[in-house]
């Protein structure tokens, strides 16, 4: 899997919990989807993403194949 797919899985993650719990535990959970959402936007109007950041140092491939130590070699 690729870290674009990573990030997506971890944005919906963090969106459906924190609306469940925000809707049974408390509404202070809403706080989790509002992040998500914010990060999702920085991320597309500024590139940077710390879940991709992590994922690379996880040994997640990126869609052109390569992982965070053969980027380093190059």
Same mark, same amino acid.
């Given at each position: 899997?690729?870290?674009?797919?990573?990030?997506?899985?971890? *944005? =919906?993650?963090?969106? @459906?919990?924190?609306? #469940?719990? &925000?809707?049974?535990?408390?509404?202070?959970?809403?706080?989790?989807?509002?992040? *998500? =959402?914010?990060?999702? @936007?920085?991320?597309? #109007?500024? &590139?940077?993403?710390?879940?991709?950041?992590?994922?690379?140092?996880?040994?997640?491939?990126?869609?052109?194949?390569?992982?965070?130590?053969?980027?380093?070699?190059?």
């Amino acid at each position: 899997m690729h870290t674009e797919n990573m990030i997506r899985i971890l *944005a =919906g993650t963090l969106v @459906i919990t924190g609306v #469940i719990l &925000g809707r049974f535990v408390s509404a202070w959970w809403l706080i989790v989807p509002l992040f *998500a =959402g914010a990060n999702l @936007i920085q991320s597309a #109007i500024t &590139g940077f993403c710390p879940a991709e950041i992590i994922f690379r140092k996880l040994g997640v491939k990126d869609r052109c194949g390569e992982t965070a130590e053969a980027q380093a070699r190059n």
